[in-house]
């Protein structure tokens, strides 16, 4: 009896630990707060889109947008491109597919990961702003973005590796591009050939 009443301690832990995590990403649908930075000709889409603000370690804002017509999306492609940071991945997924970050579902579409701008204050340090434009200093030779960046008292640094404390907050705009094979159709598509590519179609889940 002893050892069933701490398993069941266990799994309530871990239940109410999950709600906790999950309770650091809101979720916005139709009246979904838009970047007025990005262009008019993505505006239609705004209804569709849902938007994620994810702050449960990793500090970011994720727009989903799916598609059901193939020409539309075709239309808006070239457009959706130019969201992307210089120098970022194109990240390809399998539709329909989950992002672990935000635990959100799609099929056929796209997710932009954008920055949250939102703002960091260290102790004894200035507040820092999540969002463009960034400092020349996180900018690789070639003046690209890195994925996330840390608080490093009063300027943002590269985030590198585990052992720098603190959120991660994303810097980089990426792309992820969810291929169903029919309405967004990697062969029907133009992909930028000064881009690189991350492929997890394959990947298993």
């Known amino acids: ?23 650091l990403v809101i979720t916005w649908r139709s009246d979904s707060p ?15 889109a849902k938007v994620h603000g994810v702050a449960h370690g990793i500090q970011e804002t994720v727009f989903e947008i799916p598609f059901s017509d193939r020409s539309q999306f075709e ?15 194109l990240i390809l997924e399998k539709a329909p597919c989950r992002y ?21 204050r260290k102790p004894g340090g200035k507040a820092l702003q999540a ?18 960046v840390v608080a490093a008292k009063d ?11 603190g959120f991660r907050n994303r810097a980089r705009v990426d792309i992820v591009l969810v291929a169903d094979g029919e ?10 050939a000064d881009t690189s590519i991350i492929d997890r179609r394959f990947d298993k889940p």
């Open 1 to 23: 009896m002893k050892r069933i009443a701490t398993l069941i301690m266990v799994l309530l832990l871990v239940v109410l630990s999950a709600q906790s995590a999950f309770s």
């Open 34 to 48: 838009w970047n007025p930075a990005w262009p008019k000709q993505l505006e239609p889409f705004r209804r569709r």
């Open 75 to 89: 239309k808006a492609w070239p457009i959706i491109l130019k969201l992307k940071s210089p120098g970022a991945p």
């Open 100 to 120: 672990h970050v935000s635990g959100s579902q799609m099929g056929a579409g796209i997710r932009v990961l954008w920055p949250s701008g939102g703002t960091c």
């Open 131 to 148: 969002s463009a434009p960034w400092p020349e200093s996180i900018k690789s030779p070639s003046g690209e973005l890195p994925e996330y």
């Open 155 to 165: 300027m943002w640094v590269p985030f590198l590796d585990e052992s720098q404390k």
């Open 183 to 192: 309405i967004v159709d990697l062969n029907r598509i133009p992909l930028p």
